[in-house]
């Protein structure tokens, strides 16, 4: 799923981890620069929290490109997306997407 997603994916994606980037250092799992239009996912999750990292960052890259709404909303939008992308593909992330949508 995760080079489905990759060769899918029109902008750039990058590994790194979290001693390579001071976003990821602070908990993040991974985030969407809309500065630089590219995704940056830590290279050091298991494959389904990678696979849900980078839904949820593409999901940040469409919906939230150009948008005032605030950080909370567009998490909400990103991380319900993934949940739904997820499940349809048998991927059960609901331990996680639940609590951090609810939060």
């Given at each position: ?5 990759k060769s899918a994916s029109k902008i ?19 985030y969407y620069s809309p500065t630089t ?64 949508i609810a939060s």
């Amino acid at each position: 799923m995760i080079e489905a997603i990759k060769s899918a994916s029109k902008i750039p994606i990058e590994f790194k981890n979290k001693s390579e980037d001071s976003n990821l250092a602070n908990g993040a799992k991974g985030y969407y620069s809309p500065t630089t239009d590219q995704i940056v996912v830590n290279k050091d999750l298991e494959d389904i929290h990678t696979a849900k990292a980078l839904i949820h960052e593409y999901a940040q890259s469409i919906l939230h490109k150009q948008t005032y709404k605030d950080r909370s909303q567009r998490e909400i939008e990103a991380e319900s997306l993934a949940f739904v992308i997820c499940d349809h593909f048998g991927l059960d992330t609901s331990e996680y997407s639940f609590g951090y949508i609810a939060s």
